[in-house]
């Protein structure tokens, strides 16, 4: 990280192309970070090019942006010629997926370390990331945090920080992007939920609660703002060949990251409302969820 970065508390925000001088459109007034004051927001605007895909270029931010799902959907969005703004924790690994973004065409690239937790710093960081893209197409949020459920059965200061992590910084986050986005009658927010969260299971219980409240905050989000011309997608995905999987047993029937990305980056040009993918999720779940609960604490899922 450089000493600018450290300074301002986020990371570059660097354009690949030179930024325009054409003013902000998004209206917002965050505390400008001390490097940014000798380059004002307001002039900073993106121009992504157009790749041909039939629709012009999206202003994305993408929040826990070394997720192997996020990377998947930046891949393809950086193929198009979108312009991303990418958040996550790990410097070395965001300035990687940052600059393969730019070498796969993306219009521009921003971004910044942030560790997502820090709920008291999401206004400023989410106002500095739409200044910098100029307005807001699409958010998908992608940080989580599996946790161990052996620990978490023991101790609930481990139980509350995935509480923290997978429910309370993305209401957090989602709380203002939901205000800025209602308030502009546009834009797609897309929220990495679970399967998890639709019914608790001895094995995963304490993950699959701050799944099962994100997706009723999410759920209850779309409901409040689809009006105002807003998607709200919650996205639950079955269990996927990434990170976060990568102890699990059986691993080898779980579903390929790359074709995941591609049914969700489909599923948010759509606006779709919940998507479950891959799709058999969606009547595997019904099934699980239809199983009396005398039989289902017999199990040993
Ligand atoms: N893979 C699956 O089977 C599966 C299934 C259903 C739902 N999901 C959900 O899909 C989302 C993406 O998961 P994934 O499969 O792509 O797993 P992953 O590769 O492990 O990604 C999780 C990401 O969250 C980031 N993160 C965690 N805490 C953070 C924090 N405090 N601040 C910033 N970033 C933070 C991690 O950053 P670090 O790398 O720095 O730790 C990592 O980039 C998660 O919400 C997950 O719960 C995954």
């Keep these: 990280m450089n000493p600018d970065e450290e300074e301002a508390g986020v990371a570059s925000a660097e354009t690949v192309g030179p930024p325009s001088t054409a003013p902000s459109t998004s209206g917002v007034q965050p505390q400008v970070a001390q490097h940014d004051r000798e380059q004002p927001l307001a002039l900073r605007s993106v121009e992504a090019g157009t790749r041909g895909s039939g629709h012009p270029p999206r202003k994305i931010l993408v929040l826990g942006a070394t997720s192997g799902i996020a990377e998947a959907c930046i891949r393809l969005w950086a193929k198009r010629g979108d312009a991303l703004y990418l958040v996550a924790r790990n410097p070395d690994r965001l300035a990687v997926v940052a600059a393969d973004a730019r070498v796969r065409g993306a219009g521009s690239v921003g971004s910044a370390v942030a560790n997502l937790d820090d709920t ?3 206004p400023e960081m989410l106002a ?3 200044n910098w893209l ?3 197409d699409v958010a998908l949020l992608a940080m989580g945090v599996l946790g161990e459920q052996s620990q978490a059965e023991r101790s609930f200061s481990v139980t509350n920080q995935i509480l923290h992590t997978n429910f309370t910084a993305p209401v957090s986050l989602l709380t203002w992007l939901a205000n800025y986005t209602a308030q502009r009658h546009a834009g797609t927010l897309a929220v ?3 399967v998890a969260g639709e019914r608790g299971r001895r094995s995963n219980y304490v993950y699959g609660s ?3 409240g994100l997706t009723a905050f999410v759920d209850g989000l779309r409901n409040r703002i689809d009006r105002e011309g807003v998607r709200v997608m919650t996205i639950k995905p079955g269990p996927v060949k990434t990170a976060m999987t990568e102890h699990m ?3 080898e029937k779980f ?6 990305a591609a049914t969700l980056v489909k599923a948010i040009d759509r606006g779709k409302d919940v998507v479950y993918v891959p799709g058999i999720w969606r009547i595997i779940m019904a099934v699980i969820r239809a199983i009396p609960e005398r039989v289902f604490k017999k199990l040993n899922l």
Excluded: P, T, Y
């Design 120 to 122: 008291a710093a999401h």
């Design 128 to 130: 500095h990331a739409i």
């Design 134 to 136: 100029g307005g807001l």
């Design 192 to 194: 990495l939920s679970s």
């Design 210 to 212: 701050s799944k099962a």
């Design 249 to 251: 047993k059986g691993r």
């Design 255 to 260: 579903a390929d990251v790359e074709a995941v």
